[in-house]
C-alpha cells in the first residue's frame, strides 16, 4: 500500500473534487500534518526498494510454477 489514509496521505473519490479540496487546504494549512505525513511517506517509500519488488515478484511465480514451494526460483536461472 503507497498511501495509508490520514498518515502518509488521503485517498478521496475520484469524483468529489470537494474532498479533494478540502484535504489540500488541510495539507497547506498544517504544517505539523504536512511534515509529519512527509516523513511517514519517506519511511514507506524505503520498503519499495528492487531487490524487494524483484524477490516478492519471483515469489509469486515460484507459488505459481511450484504451489507446493519445494523448488527454489532465483533471478536469471
Known sequence: MAVAEGI???VVPVDSEREMAERL?????DPV???QM???SLTLAQR???ARMVGETLAVYAAVL???GRKKVEPGK
Open 8 to 10: 502518509n496521505g488521503f
Open 25 to 29: 487546504c488541510l495539507i497547506v494549512s
Open 33 to 35: 500534518a504536512r511534515a
Open 38 to 40: 512527509g516523513a511517514a
Open 48 to 50: 519499495f526498494t528492487n
Open 66 to 68: 511450484d504451489p507446493s
